[in-house]
C-alpha cells in the first residue's frame, strides 16, 4: 500500500523537521518548504502531496488566502491548518469553519496523527461522493443508488428498484403521486420537514444537495441517513422539465465518521474524553465566565499515586484494567455536566462547572478521594490506589484557559510532594517561587 504524500509548509524550520520526523515515524511520505509564495506552488505540483499541512500563523509574507484557495480549487488538494489558539480569531477564512479542517499546536503525535487521517478520509469521501454523482446524474437507473424522477409539477414520474427497497414504495403505488408523499424528508438536527429542495433545484437550475444531516422516513416509519442530490431535469430544448433524486443510505458512513471522531475526540482504552475534547470544553467555561459575571469553574488535575508500583507488579494488562475502572469511579463522583478526560497514562483531569465557589471543588476532590480509597477486586486480585489532586480556580483572570490547566498541574505536583492522598489548591505564590 503506497503511503500518502504530505506536504508540510511551515516557515519555522525546526519546527518543520519535527512535524516531518512524527509523520514520518507514523508511516507518511513527507515533504517539507519553508518558503512560501511561487515557490510553495511550484512544490505543490512537483510533489503531488495527498495532503497539505500550512502553519496559517507563520505566513506573513504573502496572501495566504491566496494560496490555501489556490491549493484547494487548482489542485483539488485537501488542507489542514496547523495553529494556536490567537490563529483562530486573527485568520479569516471560511475552511476554518469546516469540521475538522485544523489541528492546534502544541499536539501530541496521537492528535496529529487522527487530524492527518480525518483529513485524509475527509478527502476521500469527498471525491467517492463526487464521482457517484456524477455518475447517477447520466445513469439514472443506477444499480447502486436510488433515483426518483418527478416532472414539472412534482410528480413522481419514475423509482428505481433501489429506491422502492429504502422508501417502502413500490412504483405502481407511487407514481403520480407528489414527492414528499413517497419521500419524507426530515433535518436530523432540527426536526424540521425538508419541504422546498426539489422546486429549489427546478427554480434555480442547479445541482443541490441534501442537507448534511438529512433523514429519510421511510413508510413503515423508519429513519435511514441518506446523502447525495436533487437535480434539474432539461429537455432536448434546454428547458427545465422536472428533477431527478438521487439518494443512498449513508448509514455505514455515518458510522465510520463517528468513529473517527471518537478516535480524535476520546481516549481508547477508557471511552473518556481526551485532551483535545477537554481543552475545546475548558474553553467554552473559560469563554462563558467571561460573559456571566456569576459563571465559575474549576480544574482538578489528577496523578494517581504508585500507579507504576501495580503496572510493574500486576503486568500492563492489570494497569489498563485498573485505569479504566477509576475512569468509571471518577465519572460517578461528578454532575451530569461536569467532565473527566484522560490526559494519558495515569493522568486525568476534571472540568467543574457552574460552581459556587472553591468549596464545591474541594468537595468534589474529597468524595474523588474517597471513592478511589475503596479497594478494587480486578482478576482475583484487591487493588488499593489513592491520587494526588490539584485545584485551579477561573478567578485567576487568565486569558488564555490553558493557564488554568497549568496551574492545576502545578498544585497537583505540590499535593504528591506533600504525601499520598492528598488534594492542594493553586495559589500565586506556587509560581512565584518556581521563578524565585
Not at 489558539?85 to 469540521?99: C, D, Q, Y
Amino acid at each position: 500500500m503506497v503511503a500518502p504524500k504530505i506536504l508540510v509548509i511551515e516557515d519555522e524550520e525546526i519546527l518543520a523537521v519535527d512535524i516531518r520526523n512524527t509523520l514520518h515515524k507514523l508511516g507518511y511520505e513527507v515533504y517539507k518548504i519553508t518558503d512560501f509564495g511561487e515557490n510553495a506552488i511550484q512544490n505543490i505540483v512537483e510533489i503531488s502531496p495527498n495532503l497539505v499541512l500550512i502553519d496559517i500563523g507563520s505566513i506573513g509574507k504573502l496572501d495566504c488566502v491566496e494560496v490555501i484557495d489556490t491549493i484547494k480549487i487548482n489542485f483539488t488538494i485537501p488542507v489542514l491548518y496547523l495553529t494556536d489558539n490567537s490563529g483562530l480569531t486573527t485568520f479569516n477564512h471560511n475552511s476554518l469553519e469546516e469540521p475538522f479542517s485544523y489541528i492546534i499546536k502544541p499536539f501530541t503525535e496521537k492528535e496529529l496523527y487522527n487530524a492527518v487521517e480525518m483529513a485524509l478520509y475527509k478527502d476521500k469521501i469527498q471525491k467517492q461522493l463526487q464521482q457517484e454523482n456524477q455518475k447517477l446524474l447520466t445513469v439514472i437507473n443506477s444499480m447502486g443508488c436510488a433515483v426518483v424522477m418527478t416532472d414539472i409539477n412534482s410528480c413522481i414520474q419514475m423509482i428505481n428498484p433501489i429506491a422502492e427497497v429504502l422508501t417502502g414504495w413500490q412504483q405502481k403505488e407511487a407514481l403520480g403521486k407528489f414527492w414528499r408523499d413517497v419521500l419524507n424528508l426530515v433535518d436530523k438536527d432540527t426536526g424540521e420537514e425538508i419541504v422546498h429542495i426539489v422546486t429549489q433545484a427546478m427554480e434555480t437550475g442547479v445541482v443541490l444537495q441534501l442537507p448534511e444531516n438529512c433523514l429519510l422516513i421511510t413508510r413503515d416509519g423508519k429513519k435511514i441517513p441518506i446523502g447525495d442530490t436533487v437535480a434539474p431535469i432539461r429537455d432536448h430544448m434546454g428547458r427545465i422539465a422536472g428533477a431527478v433524486i438521487v439518494f443512498q443510505d449513508i448509514t455505514q458512513r455515518k458510522q465510520q465518521e463517528a468513529q473517527l471522531i471518537r478516535n480524535a475526540f476520546y481516549d481508547g482504552l477508557t471511552a473518556l474524553p481526551n485532551r483535545v475534547l477537554f481543552l475545546d470544553r475548558l474553553k467554552q467555561a473559560s469563554e462563558r465566565s467571561k460573559r456571566r459575571f456569576n459563571y465559575h469553574f474549576a480544574v482538578l488535575f489528577l496523578d494517581l499515586d504508585s500507579f507504576k508500583i501495580i503496572n510493574d507488579r500486576f503486568g500492563h494488562s492489570m494497569g489498563d484494567d485498573l485505569l479504566v475502572a477509576i475512569a468509571r469511579r471518577l465519572e460517578s463522583c461528578l454532575r451530569s455536566g461536569d467532565t473527566v478526560a484522560r490526559f494519558g497514562g495515569d493522568e486525568f483531569a476534571v472540568l467543574l462547572e457552574d460552581i459556587k465557589d472553591v468549596s464545591d471543588a474541594i468537595n468534589i476532590a474529597k468524595r474523588i478521594q474517597e471513592t478511589l480509597s475503596l479497594p478494587l477486586h480486578l482478576n482475583g486480585y484487591e487493588i488499593s490506589t489513592t491520587a494526588s489532586i490539584g485545584i485551579a480556580l477561573s478567578s485567576s483572570g487568565y486569558e488564555e484557559p490553558t493557564n488554568i490547566l497549568r496551574d492545576a498541574d502545578t498544585a497537583m505536583y505540590r499535593a504528591k510532594v506533600k504525601g499520598k492522598a492528598n488534594y492542594i489548591i493553586f495559589d500565586k505564590s506556587f509560581i512565584d517561587k518556581i521563578t524565585d
